[in-house]
């Protein structure tokens, strides 16, 4: 089965109605509630895929919140609130439980959506798998969106790419404050964003349109230790902001790696400089 | 692991905040947005346990939802949107799989929850599982809480309980309509309400409280068709809506089933009117 595929075919086809006022295929969907809009994401965590038995309970908690709540980031929302489920073999102990759940309980509260309810199911033929749903609010000027990239801005990212695995994925924090401050800075000049969740090739092309192609200068990609440029490309995990901005963002905030130029019908969503069609690139789903 | 038990124990210490105006503990959690009030609910279902791998593949994605939306009945809430997520074997084909949607879409929608987005992960090790998050607001005077019981309320149920695997938990439709009706023709008097997808006796005990006891005439409960007084007692996924009003309702909309009397430190929560503790009765969580 090709996942992402499915999905698409899946959410494309999801009923629109006047209450839903962003749909199926950004980092959050929202809904308008009489005056007010809310955004909403909801992520899995499996155990054995997305982190490893041997990760401590606390952090594979923490880790569920993180990556959801870098939804939150992409869209440069607040979070207010969070659910959280898990499907648990009776096998593993109450105390491994609680152990995620209060690693789970602490930075949703500290970033400002604690865990307000949530389901959970024994079940013995599948590993733990934990969902949690987190709620935002988007800031005034709407919620910032993959779509809006223009030809001549600057691709930028925060923080560091690549040799996620090494400690980083379980130990991130999803790029709320920074978002907030990207916004305050670069105002109408942000014009579209999403988190490096699958890989940079990958997700820089949910940035792309049928005619904006994302031109990536891959030795300007700013490297975790003991990380390759392909590694940077390709490895995911990061949970950084990808944007693409007007105006060139404050140093200590983004790096530029790129710019958006002309797409041609035959031209991939995302290359690099030296014309190597990235798109592609990234955490296979299949 | 004894789910409740764990279940209560790790939502119970859920973070509270300002924007929590309902916590863990009852059919949904409410978050306050600006000058607006949101429910949401998030409820699993796993192939093997909630349905057979034999159900039509619609009637999976349909009861998916109808379970979540059931809880907006218990509130007395109107939906507005649904999130869902799948974690699919690769060996289930994607025709199984959109089936599955399309049977939720088409209930979704039509019971005013249209699906706007969700997530979907390949894990081989696990049987299907659906995770739905349902949307809602509230009524006017705020939605119907599980708290609330009163000396003397009457206990009602609408429809029939009992004997609902012989077909009822693929069909059932959440009473989101009768909801709305019991409201408007209750008003204040609709003191609390809970929807029976446990079993009558441990969906009644969430009624109770430290200072009243639920008495249940058993004699007096609906009987679906092939149905028996213990099984109705005991089976769950009925989905009907169990309430508890100081004034009796119109019989076509509920059935008296009991009354609401003094709880005393050693009474159990919820007895037969021949004294039998009936509050244990139901699907078992371990």
Redesign the interface.
């Known amino acids: 089965?090709h996942?992402l595929e499915?999905?698409k075919?899946?959410?494309a086809?999801?009923?629109?109605?006047s209450?839903?006022t962003?749909?199926?295929g950004d980092d959050?969907?929202e809904?308008q509630?009489?005056?007010?809009r809310?955004l909403?994401?909801?992520?899995?965590l499996?155990l054995?895929?997305h982190v490893t038995s041997k990760a401590p309970p606390a952090s594979i908690g923490r880790k569920a919140i993180a990556r959801c709540f870098s939804d939150i980031a992409a869209m440069a929302a607040h979070p207010?609130?969070s659910?959280m489920?898990a499907?648990?073999p009776?096998d593993?102990?109450?105390d491994w439980?609680?152990q995620v759940?209060d690693g789970a309980?602490i930075v949703?509260?500290q970033w400002g959506g604690?865990?307000?309810?949530?389901?959970?199911?024994?079940?013995n033929?599948?590993?733990p798998?934990f969902?949690v749903?987190a709620?935002a609010?988007p800031p005034k000027r709407g919620a910032i969106l993959r779509t809006g990239a223009e030809v001549g801005d600057y691709i930028c990212v925060t923080g560091e790419l690549g040799n996620s695995q090494e400690a980083h994925h379980l130990t991130f924090t999803p790029r709320i404050e920074e978002a907030q401050k990207l916004l305050q800075v670069l105002g109408e000049d942000l014009h579209s964003m999403i988190d490096i969740s699958d890989g940079l090739g990958q997700d820089a092309s949910h940035l792309a349109s049928d005619t904006v192609q994302l031109v990536v200068e891959k030795n300007s990609i700013p490297l975790r230790a003991g990380a390759t440029i392909q590694g940077a490309l390709r490895e995911g995990e990061d949970y950084e902001l990808l944007f693409t901005s007007k105006t060139i963002p404050p140093s200590h905030l983004a790096t530029v790696i790129g710019s958006v130029c002309i797409r041609k019908p035959s031209n991939p969503a995302v290359i690099t400089s030296d014309g190597v069609d990235i798109s592609s690139y990234g955490w296979s789903?299949?």
Do not use: V
Not at 40 to 44: K, R, S
């Open positions: 089965m996942e499915l999905l075919s899946i959410y086809s999801a009923s629109q109605s209450d839903i962003i749909g199926p959050m969907g809904l509630i009489g005056s007010e809310i909403c994401a909801i992520d899995h499996i054995g895929r207010i609130g659910l489920t499907c648990i009776s593993m102990s109450n439980c609680e759940f309980k949703a509260e604690p865990i307000f309810g949530g389901d959970i199911a024994s079940c033929e599948a590993p798998i969902t749903t709620f609010t789903h299949t």
